[in-house]
């Protein structure tokens, strides 16, 4: 399993659960100290959700409890308790005695998450336009974390920085459910995302561009110029990810 940045959970001391996070997937993958202090399911949950998330595990793999209890060293029973997750998550579907295959990415599920972040993204670009200069000390140096991971055309980090990026603006926008809602929809749009960039690593760069242009906007005075190119990005984002299907 490849690492990832954590957004709610240490590396080092006690760990802070409730937000998955791709970070506590890794210190599961290592076996880092201290993993013994995350509940059994939590870390199942973690892992697969990771696995999942990263293409490790893609869509219409059957994967076993049996399979799983092995992978993270815990018993069955954490495991069927993380897989009604994962299932709640729309990321697999449970076949009793089978075990749980991982749900394909399909062009309406693509439409459908695309026009929940839309809705959501305007809605917080609206919120945040009075406080557009703190929000600008926020986002650059993520835009800037998007151009060394593009250097190194690392697809994976890139997608993290730029899902930290619009995180940032969500959260900004002070609505909790909201951001937790935002946070499931940008989960399943991961896995649309990986293999977008890695079929077409150029389309960094034209992420790269829009971010900047949307920076560009918050130092500006028109707050619709703003939220104009926060939809033109996701229609953007939308048509590419159309167009691998």
Known sequence: MSSGRGS???TTGEF???EETTEIARIVADSAPGVERIPAAERVYAFVKAAILDRVYPGGELLTEGQLSEAVGVSRTPVREALLRLESSGL???Y???GALVLPVLPQEINDVLEARELIETHAAAKVWPRRKELVAALEPLLREMRVHRRANDAKKFLE???AFHEAIVGAA???ILAKLYDSLRDRQVRMGVK???VAPARMDSSIADHQQMIDALGGNSGKRFRELVVAHIHNAATHLRGLQ
Do not use: C, F, H, Q
């Open 161 to 163: 920085a730029d899902r």
């Open 196 to 198: 977008s960039i890695m």
């Open 8 to 10: 709610s959970s240490e």
């Open 16 to 18: 802070t659960l409730g």
């Open 92 to 94: 697999v579907k449970l």
């Open 96 to 98: 009793p005695k089978k």
């Open 174 to 176: 002070g609505n909790e």
